[in-house]
């Protein structure tokens, strides 16, 4: 008769995270490289092709250990082995890492390799001292630092749309919009998320609030989609501006940059932006109540050590003593994609 034999420790799974960063940083470089993106353009190629194309100077060695580490994790598929190998895209990384495909989403794991990467390496000193670990450290803000060229800016705009777009979507699709017509969302960046709900819901007007550089480059990508006489872009400051009017005021990850005071602050310009019936909503990646399931919110959150130093994302009964603080009547919760939902807040 079998029996149940308790299960030995082992330090695989351990080893296993403590060198995730080495499969992380193949991925990114990768993306830094357009390598999906050429892949795309010529079909598959040798990793004597790949390494004339891309201007590559390691020995022929490593270039296949790094062709091969991308498919053994399956971002690539391979014909053939060492000199008579032939790579291609993998499905995801075809529709997903191809810049030239709508549904791109390299823009955020460019700056992942470009910015945090590095500033992720110093947690420590972020936890030992409650500071920021990026630009700060130079002096400069973070929004200033990003803000201060249009390319830069631009680029950051690319990275918070890969990293929402999946949200944005199920949003546009799952909320009952029935009983509005107007939408603000506060924060909006590039004007993705007021696009989205207007390609899905036609009887929607919106509008996307956000600094007079960021509203510049919103406007072209409205303008390119076709969306100019429902989807607008204004410029505003949300701390000391009021929100425009509106049935249903969104913020899609822009609380979590904020410490608590400051979030209240915010919430009370959403209600007072708010007819009796409308919705405020939150979309980010809100921490289960038990702090341990979603473990990408509870990373996202280190994140904003790192990148503010005072911000911090949330669960639910947080939201909801805020939003009881500020006087909405009810709350509830959406779930979106993956770790992402809607936290929703009625006037």
Not at 112 to 134: C, M, V
Request: proline share 4%; with cysteine.
């Amino acid at each position: 008769m079998a029996t149940d034999q308790a299960i030995e420790p082992s330090p695989e799974s351990i080893l296993q995270m403590g060198t995730g960063f080495w499969a992380s940083k193949v991925l990114l470089t990768a993306v830094d490289f357009d390598l999906f993106t050429l892949l795309a353009e010529t079909g598959p190629l040798t990793a004597g092709e790949l390494k004339q194309k891309l201007d590559l100077h390691c020995t022929d060695r490593h270039l296949f250990d790094f062709l091969d580490t991308l498919t053994g994790l399956g971002f690539l598929n391979r014909t053939g082995i060492l000199e008579t190998a032939s790579y291609s895209n993998s499905p995801d990384t075809d529709l997903f890492l191809d810049m030239k495909k709508p549904a791109y989403v390299g823009g955020i794991l460019k700056m992942l390799n470009n910015r945090l990467y590095g500033f992720w390496g110093t947690l420590e000193e972020g936890l030992r001292t409650g500071k920021p670990q990026n630009e700060a450290k130079q002096g400069e803000n973070l929004f200033d630092a990003i803000y201060k060229s249009p390319e830069q800016l631009e680029n950051f705009m690319n990275a918070m749309s890969g990293i929402q777009v999946g949200a944005f979507m199920a949003f546009a699709q799952k909320f009952d919009f029935s009983k509005y017509k107007t939408l603000t969302d506060a924060g909006g960046s590039s004007g993705l998320l007021s696009m989205t709900v207007a390609n899905h819901q036609p009887h929607m007007s919106c509008t996307s609030v956000d600094l007079p550089g960021v509203t510049a480059i919103a406007e072209k990508k409205i303008a390119n989609a076709g969306l100019n006489g429902r989807v607008k872009a204004v410029s505003g400051d949300f701390f000391k501006d009021p929100f425009p009017a509106a049935d249903v005021v969104v913020m899609g990850n822009i609380l979590h940059d904020w410490d608590e005071e400051q979030k209240i602050s915010l919430m009370r310009s959403a209600y007072t932006a708010l007819p009796k019936g409308g919705a405020f909503i939150a979309i980010e990646n809100v921490i289960d109540d038990d702090r341990k399931t979603n473990v990408f919110g509870l990373l996202m959150s280190l994140n904003m050590l790192i990148e503010t130093g005072t911000g911090f994302d949330y669960t639910l009964p947080d939201f909801n003593r805020w939003a009881r603080q500020v006087g909405f009547s009810s709350t509830s919760l959406l779930p979106l994609a993956g770790p992402t939902s809607a936290a929703i807040a009625i006037k």
